[in-house]
């Protein structure tokens, strides 16, 4: 395999992501000999995870995905392995202690190209697919959803983001730690245009998940921050309109839905204050999405 370009200039505090990109080959190559698959010499990646085509002992194509161990990923594994391939990539075969899974091959098209009102639309109908009872070992939305808030209260006055904003999903956060509606969902979280591509057995199929036990609700947001330079000369009403294709081919409630988006958006700020140089795109981005779809 080989090492993507830019992944070896990534700058992680704690070394781990040296320690492990410079074990990855070697963790890949012994991955391919034990399971017993065969490279067929094309390689993917992600953020934080390299995919490798290969066929099985048996000759049946699949995707050989090997993550970086983040926390995000950590429960990758479960959410697949609960959804049977309803709705998502099929899972094969899974070492979660490497961060390894044999996944179903699918194709390299997603929904990027699509008008993005029908992708909403195809995303939206995933949405009652995946959304089943959650398995006990993901964390709660809750448990995130306070923690984030309490970060956001703390924030100084003088920081980039209106104070009024704040101190409004302040309020709205706290109410959904506490609301027992919050958890309970197997959810995505991380649903948008690139995270569905096309397969054989089926048009769309979810993949990269980054599951928690929470509220359907809070899968919108990712629909209206993704895509934005496309909203160009007309943001509110681009947003809006994504939003309702949404939330009505999902059936989902227009207020819950619309509050945490607005969540959503300011605890992107929170994360986004705690880098060592900010984006302050990315913050006005998030902060518009939160006035966009209030105003």
């Known amino acids: 395999m080989r090492i993507p370009d830019g992944w070896a200039d ?15 080959p070697r963790l890949v190559s012994g991955l391919l000999e034990e399971w017993q698959l065969t490279d067929d010499g094309e390689q993917r990646h992600g ?12 000759g049946t194509p699949a995707a050989l995905k090997v993550a970086f161990p983040h926390t995000d990923a950590q429960h990758e594994h479960l959410a697949l392995q609960h959804w049977h391939g309803e709705g998502a990539v099929r899972l094969l075969r899974a070492d979660p202690g ?12 997603d929904l990027t190209d699509a008008w993005d009102l029908e992708a909403c639309e195809v995303v939206a109908g995933l949405y009652g697919r995946l959304h089943v009872p959650a398995v006990p070992q993901l964390r709660r939305l809750s448990s995130y959803v306070g923690e984030l808030t309490d970060r956001l209260a703390a924030l100084p006055r003088n920081a980039s983001v209106p104070h009024r904003m704040v101190e409004q999903v302040v309020a ?16 995505h979280t991380d649903l948008h245009y690139e995270n569905v591509l096309a397969a054989d057995r089926e048009p769309w199929l979810a993949i990269d998940p980054r599951p928690l036990s929470g509220d359907p609700h809070y899968e919108v947001a990712p629909l209206l921050w993704n895509r934005w330079d496309e909203l160009a000369g007309d943001v509110r009403g681009g947003v809006r309109r994504r939003f309702h294709a ?6 989902l ?8 988006v607005v969540v959503r958006a300011l605890h992107n ?3 986004e204050l705690d880098q060592l140089r900010p984006d302050d795109e990315w913050i006005t981005r998030c902060v518009t999405l939160a006035k966009a779809v209030q105003d």
């Open 172 to 187: 709205r956060g706290r109410a959904f730690a506490d609301d027992a509606a919050t958890d309970g969902t197997l959810i």
């Open 47 to 58: 953020y934080a995870a390299v995919v490798l085509l290969v066929h099985t002992a048996e």
């Open 246 to 251: 949404t939330i009505d081919a999902a059936g």
């Open 98 to 109: 490497r961060r390894a899974m044999l996944l179903e091959r699918l194709h390299v098209t």
């Open 253 to 260: 409630d227009e207020e819950r839905a619309r509050d945490w």
């Open 10 to 24: 990534h700058h992680e505090p704690t070394g781990r992501w040296q320690t492990w990109l410079a074990g990855l």
């Open 269 to 271: 700020v929170v994360w």
